[in-house]
């Protein structure tokens, strides 16, 4: 079986502020998307409006997890929903670390579309549908072919004779492999195990968190016991020191006051003997 996956989530949009800096941050998002990618094998692309984000990620099995996991901590995202996770043959997106698309009016018109087909319920969009709007929009920037509405009802123009039949020298179009059918059990199993091992790694950082305040409660308990104890021992040679200058001050009157008495004592003794 192929390595390669293939997610499609959408994502309410929880950036704030005026337009100008609401389109930096969604270049900002873009830049850097585009350089982890690059990185992890991963290609796809990205739709924004003014409500929500709608991404495919299409790579190997651990790359797609990673950029997920990474969109998941993302504080600018909120609700992410999975709406299609399954292996596939082949990248729908292969040139393309992150293409941007959907600023046109048609690309939002059909984005409008999806979401009232889903009642604006993120949970409810159709993963193939985003996945095909995307995919659409990506060939129309790329000045590939689309496909065209079928003709209203009513007769069909009839072609001349001399068009009937190809040119000799006409080569037919090599036909485009059909997508492969993932069954569902299968997609839901996917997407399951992707969500499992996203909250396997957060409960893993919750853990390591934890011992992480755990350590850092125990150094405060520490540090305030050492303070407490450079608290008393301040006190007891800050009350050493009163003593001695008490002892120091006593000594230096009694030195002053005998200094006083030996001179009386003196001229006394000088007039008795007169």
Not at 41 to 69: H, I, K, S, Y
Not at 175 to 182: D, I, S
Request: net charge negative.
């Amino acid at each position: 079986m192929s390595d390669l996956y293939r997610l499609v989530y959408a994502s309410k949009n929880l950036l704030q502020g005026p337009d100008p800096e609401v389109t930096a941050a969604v270049r900002q998002i873009l830049a850097t998307s585009q350089a982890n990618n690059r990185a992890a094998g991963v290609t796809g692309a990205l739709m924004f409006n003014g409500g929500a984000f709608a991404q495919v990620l299409e790579g190997p099995r651990a790359g797609v997890e990673d950029t997920f996991e990474r969109i998941q901590r993302d504080e600018r995202h909120g609700d992410v929903t999975v709406l299609q996770c399954s292996p596939i043959e082949e990248r729908g997106f292969p040139d393309w670390s992150m293409a941007f698309v959907g600023q046109s009016a048609r690309g939002q018109a059909l984005w409008c579309g999806l979401a009232a087909e889903s009642g604006f319920d993120l949970s409810r969009l159709d993963g193939d549908g985003v996945f095909a709007m995307l995919h659409g929009l990506v060939r129309e920037e790329e000045g590939a072919p689309t496909a065209v509405s079928p003709l209203p009802a009513g007769p069909r123009p009839v072609a001349p004779a001399d068009a009937a039949a190809p040119a000799p020298d006409a080569v037919a179009p090599p036909p485009r492999p059909a997508p492969t059918e993932v069954p569902a059990a299968e997609s839901g199993s996917a997407a399951l195990a992707v969500l499992r091992t996203a909250l396997a790694r957060e409960r893993e950082r919750a853990h390591a968190l934890s011992a992480e305040v755990d350590e850092l409660q125990v150094a405060l308990a520490v540090s305030r016991d050492r303070l407490e104890a450079l608290r008393a021992e301040r006190d007891h040679w800050a009350e050493r020191a009163r003593m001695l200058a008490a002892v120091v001050c006593g000594d230096a009157e009694a030195v002053r006051r005998g200094a006083t008495r030996e001179p009386r004592e003196t001229r006394a003794s000088e007039r008795s003997v007169a």
